[in-house]
């Protein structure tokens, strides 16, 4: 969905805005009906996608995680600073209290995208490699 991006009460600009995941954590905020059994959902902020130039902070996408399975709402930020003090390479992210259309969504974690602009600014060749990213099984047992 097209939405207005404001940071500290200043307009960034035209961005599109939509919930983010699938099987994973979009799937378990879902009954079989289709209703929404979260509290919040997670959600996916692209600064280009209605203006290829825009960017916030010189990132693209913003990932906003709802934290649902987590009570201290810490396990998110807590593990990407311990993985960056060890010197393995993790995304930015910080708690941001987001607002839509004047109503407050409550605290969500706000983390960097993990993707090209990730890897060049942690990897001297960053445009030299490959970038994985897990997938999760959708079955559970190992029988086909």
């Known amino acids: 969905m097209p939405a207005t991006l404001r940071f500290e009460g200043t307009v960034v600009g035209e961005v599109g805005l939509r919930h983010k995941g699938s099987f994973g954590a979009l799937q378990s905020c879902v009954d079989g009906a289709g209703n929404k059994t979260c509290d919040r959902l997670s959600m996916k902020l692209k600064s280009s996608e209605l203006d290829k130039d825009l960017h916030f902070y010189g990132l693209k996408k913003l990932n906003f995680h709802a934290m649902n399975s987590d009570p201290s709402l810490m396990h998110d930020r807590l593990s990407y600073h311990l993985f960056r003090a060890v010197g393995v390479a993790a995304p930015r992210a910080v708690h941001a209290k987001l607002v839509i259309n004047g109503e407050s969504r409550e605290l969500f974690a706000l983390v960097e995208q993990v993707d090209g602009r990730f890897t060049n600014d942690r990897f001297s060749d960053g445009r030299d490699g490959n ?9 559970l047992s190992l029988e086909p």
């Open 131 to 139: 970038l994985y990213k897990e997938v999760w099984p959708v079955h």
